[in-house]
């Protein structure tokens, strides 16, 4: 039985900053912004990624402190060139830190607006062996098309 990771609810105070920090500078795709009488949720996911965080406020997000979620780790092929990419766009990120010299050791660190914590790993092989295939990704949907 495959057991499939999809949603993260990431806990924050301001739904539209939210939105306009992982989109704008983070570089997520906005898969949908609903909100009707009972909720006001958005979901977001990093490109080339099958998992997608959802920011708002659901009963799951209210349950949590804004800014309570640690170490959610993200993957890229270049950490040097992630990182660049982030601090282009704004985000305050961590130096590079090479843990272990093997690929996997390698990583950095960013925050967003309410201090919800992010890891970002560089696993180099990713830009040969993706996990979501780039000539399957247009299939899970128009946010991830090649």
């Given at each position: 039985m495959d057991w499939t990771l999809e949603v993260v609810i990431v806990p924050v105070s301001d739904l539209g900053r939210a939105i306009s920090f992982y989109r704008d500078q983070v570089g997520f795709h906005l898969d949908h912004?609903?909100?009707?009488?009972?909720?006001?949720v958005a979901q977001l996911t990093p490109p080339g990624s099958g998992c997608s965080?959802?920011?708002?406020?659901?009963?799951?997000?209210?349950?949590?402190?804004?800014?309570?979620?640690?170490?959610v780790q993200l993957v890229v092929a270049d950490a040097a060139a992630a990182r660049e990419e982030l601090v282009t766009?704004?985000?305050?990120?961590?130096?590079i830190q090479v843990i272990d010299p093997r690929d996997?050791?390698?990583?950095?660190?960013f925050s967003d607006p309410d201090g919800n914590s992010w890891a970002v790993q560089q696993i180099a092989a990713r830009a040969d062996k993706p996990l979501i295939p780039h000539e399957a990704r247009g299939r899970f949907g128009?946010?991830?098309e090649p």
């Open positions: 912004d609903t909100e009707n009488e009972h909720m006001h965080i959802v920011v708002g406020s659901l009963p799951a997000q209210n349950a949590m402190a804004p800014g309570s979620l640690h170490g766009r704004g985000v305050e990120c961590s130096e996997g050791g390698t990583f950095f660190g128009a946010d991830l």
